[in-house]
């Protein structure tokens, strides 16, 4: 495609279709979607519905959503951390602390810096590790991602990205360098809605975002990672887009890991506020629901939440979670002097986490893939 092309949504992903069911559902079909065992939209649309949100809907997917969980996953959490390269940014996405309207210390980790805190977090004991920047800036160019890659690859096993939209020539680099896996949020599906939000910038560009996780994998990349911004759009438009756009994916690259992450918008420097607020009750419905109808899906949360919500959610269909994250740049060593991108809700050390894993019967994972498997193997240090 055309990357300066605005776009519209295209078929395979547009949720008209099924958005009256979320409003029309009543008890007998929540019931029934419940009990059924398929991965349709309609069932999706049915379970994200408001009727479905009554306590004896709730604990009923929770029961089943655990179930799922336990068999496809076992009682295994698998922890990563994100490492925050650079805040550099050139974009102007509304809701993001990183926006280049906002007025904050800027930063990049230099190389000894970077090795400082690959040394630091490997500490800690994480195998998983995902690097972050902000937009392509030139501060940090494509060649500063690439080597950040290839630096983090000596130190660990699984090295995934959250950056910038690339070609498949640039994840092509990526995967050489080391890196298995992405993830990119779309942050909405709605065309009109992206434009507003996305007030300049690179990613303005929806279709090009979009069509980023299927470039990533021509680019030889293992595993993408999808989510949708909870509160920017219409939470039902926003999910039902999402879960077609994993479908597509794991039709038509059978082979790669397809995981889905539930942000929702976190405090931030700039205190732009949700239109579509998402409370806890809502999140913990739309994570059951994705369970059910995706039950071989890695479901991911970040520390946006709170202690306690993460706490009842962990097993009951999330098994992928980070802990000890920060957002800021440079922030493992030492307290960093740049704002983070927003306020992470649970700061609780690796350890008190895994401990409370531990007491729930949920082993916590460090590891879950060997470097030896990576295309061209940088080795290990
Ligand atoms: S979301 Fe990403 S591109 Fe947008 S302002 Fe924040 S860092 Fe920049």
């Not at 498949?168 to 080391?178: K, N, P, S």
Request: aromatic share 10%; proline share 4%.
């Amino acid at each position: 495609m055309n990357k300066h092309e605005m776009g519209t949504i295209p078929d395979w992903l547009d949720p008209t279709p099924w958005l009256a069911i979320t409003r029309e559902a009543d008890s007998a079909r929540v019931a029934a979607a419940i009990a059924a065992n398929d991965s349709s939209e309609a069932r999706l649309a049915t379970l994200l519905s408001p009727a479905a949100r009554q306590p004896i809907f709730l604990e009923k997917m929770a029961r089943k959503a655990q179930a799922l969980t336990r068999r496809h996953f076992g009682n295994t959490i698998a922890l990563y951390v994100p490492l925050y390269l650079s805040n550099y940014c050139t974009g102007g996405c509304a809701y993001c602390g990183f926006a280049s309207d906002r007025s904050q210390p800027r930063a990049k980790l230099s190389w000894q810096e970077l090795e400082e805190e690959l040394l630091a977090i490997k500490a800690l004991g994480f195998e998983d590790i995902l690097l972050l920047t902000g937009e392509r800036h030139k501060e940090a160019r494509f060649d500063y991602l690439l080597k950040s890659v290839q630096e983090t690859a000596k130190h660990f096993h699984n090295v995934t990205t959250e950056t910038y939209a690339l070609s498949v020539g640039e994840y092509r680099q990526l995967t050489d360098a080391g890196c298995t896996g992405m993830t990119i949020y779309q942050e909405t599906f709605d065309p009109v809605l992206y434009e507003k939000m996305h007030r300049w910038g690179e990613k303005r560009v929806y279709k090009w975002r979009i069509e980023a996780p299927a470039r990533a994998l021509e680019g030889g990349f293992r595993t993408v990672g999808l989510g949708a911004l909870l509160g920017l759009g219409d939470p039902m438009f926003d999910l039902i887009s999402l879960f077609r756009h994993v479908r597509f994916l794991q039709k038509h690259y059978w082979r790669a890991g397809i995981s889905v992450s539930f942000p929702r918008i976190c405090h931030q420097t700039g205190d732009w506020k949700a239109k579509h607020f998402v409370d806890e009750r809502q999140l913990a419905q739309i994570i059951f629901a994705f369970r059910l109808c995706l039950p071989e899906t890695p479901l991911t949360l970040s520390t946006r939440e709170e202690p306690a919500f993460r706490d009842g959610i962990a097993g009951l269909g999330i098994n992928r979670m980070s802990i000890a994250s920060k957002t800021t740049v440079g922030g493992y060593r030492h307290d960093a002097e740049t704002g983070g991108q927003f306020d992470i809700q649970d700061p609780r050390s690796i350890e008190a986490f895994c401990n409370m894993l531990r007491a729930k019967g949920l082993e916590p994972i460090f590891k879950n893939w060997e470097a030896v498997y990576r295309d061209g193997e940088p080795a290990l240090l």
